[in-house]
């Protein structure tokens, strides 16, 4: 992978015109249509101030790598490690925990089967 998951990129894959607004899109998790409707707003709000940081950004911003993703999962879990950290890392912290809670079941069931099944063949030698 050559480029960071956190980094804002233009989006050229899914733009109208430069990209600015599909990457804002991905960056935040923000439906596109939303994103673009809400620049049209600010262009009208802003007197048009807003069109010029769009070619600003357009024109400063790198292109997003190809394969920055592996699923639309990754896309997501990304998109919420950059609207919040600290959320995400306890996600990933209660995953591991209840991974860990289902393996400890999984090893107290087979310890106990095993144990029972040679308990049993112990006492059918006897």
């Known amino acids: 992978m050559s480029g960071s998951r956190t980094q804002f990129y233009l989006d050229k894959q899914n733009a109208k015109f430069k990209g600015v607004c599909s990457g804002i899109a991905d960056y935040t998790g923000v439906d596109i249509t939303l994103v673009r409707v809400a620049m049209v707003v600010l262009a009208f709000a802003t007197s048009g101030w807003i ?49 860990d809670r289902r393996l400890a079941d999984i090893e107290t069931h087979y310890t106990s089967r095993s144990s029972n099944s040679l308990a049993a063949e112990i006492d059918s030698l006897r």
């Open 51 to 99: 069109i010029l940081g769009y070619f600003a950004t357009a024109w400063l911003a790198p292109k997003k790598p190809t394969g920055l993703y592996d699923t639309p999962d990754d896309a997501k879990f990304w998109q919420g490690v950059r609207s919040n950290p600290k959320r995400s890392t306890a996600e990933v912290r209660s995953k591991f925990r209840d991974i």
